[in-house]
């Protein structure tokens, strides 16, 4: 069984950091489909950074490109999400999940068969 652990969340002020973590345990998913979604209050939960093409891609929404950047330390089976300049319009609830194989372009929510509990980021102005 294969869980996910996110860690890093919390307030920050408009411009700052934050690095989020999510640790990796069990069998069953492919270190190279791994990504990051977030949900803000109200919305669908929506595709931020992930791994595809059997990791040789990364995929950015728009609105991350240039501002966050996904990583992945494999001896510690724990993949990050790093977010410089952040938003207010970042905050929102961010799960890591993973899967056996990331083909699609997007990150497509059906890519992903586990699911972190989620971790809050909240970006003050």
């Known amino acids: 069984q294969v869980q996910l652990v996110e860690s890093g969340g919390g307030s920050v002020q408009a411009g700052g950091s934050l690095r989020l973590s999510c640790a990796a345990s069990g069998y069953g998913y492919s270190r190279n489909c791994m990504g990051w979604f977030l949900q803000a209050p109200g919305k669908q939960r929506e595709g931020v950074a992930g791994f595809y093409r059997n990791g040789g891609s990364i995929y950015y929404a728009d609105s991350v490109e240039d501002r966050f950047t996904i990583s992945q330390d494999n001896a510690k089976k724990t993949f990050y999400l790093q977010m410089n300049s952040l938003k207010p319009e970042d905050t929102a609830m961010y799960f890591c999940?993973?899967?056996?194989?990331?083909?699609?372009?997007?990150?497509?929510?059906?890519?992903?068969?586990?699911w972190g509990q989620g971790t809050q980021v909240t970006v003050s102005s």
């Open positions: 999940a993973a899967g056996s194989a990331c083909w699609q372009f997007g990150m497509p929510e059906w890519n992903y068969n586990y």
